[in-house]
């Protein structure tokens, strides 16, 4: 995951990634910051593997995605990426024999029943949206990210690079603005959401990478900022 991180990175996209300081502050509490991440992204990207499906925060995460899905956010889009487990692995039959097995420990007696349909459900909703499988790409890491990087891009183009060098302020407005992300990866990823006025403020939300992704939903801001002023 963190090199997944790196490679998107290199691209102009800034996901928001649990191990990193910047998405996760150290010293506050975590819960807010994912749900609010997951309110807010354009795209999820799941990376499922048995760990991930017999965790807590992974499967809450996803739990997340889904309701967001549904309700305040009905742009967002889920991309699976089946990389220790296939398809099969969370078919119907899978989830009712084996993972609900491994969900009881998380919820109390009271919970059990509510909390097992919701993962259940959540889980239904991935094993209905069409992602990547390891298996195609012939045991190939390498291929499989390459692969996975130019899906992303293709989902969710990263932000072109204008000029910034005669925009009065534009180093320091950058250092400002750095709060945290549009991709998620669960062993998720978000894109961004800063408040800014200017005419130059459309060069500055495409130039800078900390601003575009670090600030929710900057892609919303610009869109708008666009269909105001034009």
Not at 6 to 16: M, T, Y
Not at 40 to 67: D, G, H, N, R, Y
């Amino acid at each position: 995951m963190r090199e997944l991180c790196l490679d998107l990175e290199r691209v102009n996209h800034f996901p928001f990634f649990d191990q990193n300081s910047d998405s996760l502050p150290k010293g506050e509490k975590f819960p807010p910051l994912i749900f609010e991440a997951a309110r807010q992204c354009l795209l999820a990207v799941v990376v499922l593997s048995v760990t991930f499906l017999t965790s807590k925060w992974p499967m809450i995460e996803l739990c997340e995605f889904v309701k967001a899905q549904k309700n305040d956010n009905p742009r967002l889009r889920l991309l699976p990426l089946f990389f220790e487990v296939s398809p099969a692995d969370i078919n119907e039959e899978a989830v009712q024999n084996h993972w609900t097995k491994e969900w009881t420990k998380f919820f109390s007696e009271a919970n059990l029943s509510a909390g097992l349909q919701e993962w259940s459900e959540s889980l239904s909703v991935l094993r209905a949206t069409n992602g990547l499988d390891f298996l195609q790409y012939e045991g190939s890491v390498v291929a499989y990210k390459e692969a996975i990087i130019e899906e992303i891009c293709t989902m969710l183009p990263p932000p072109e690079l204008f000029e910034m060098s005669e925009i009065v302020g534009g180093n320091r407005l950058c250092k400002v603005c750095a709060y945290p992300n549009t991709v998620f990866f669960s062993r998720f990823s978000s894109i961004a959401n800063i408040c800014a006025t200017g005419s130059d403020l459309h060069q500055f939300l495409h130039q800078y990478p900390n601003a575009q992704s670090r600030c929710y939903w900057c892609y919303w801001i610009r869109t708008n900022f666009y269909h105001n002023r034009y």
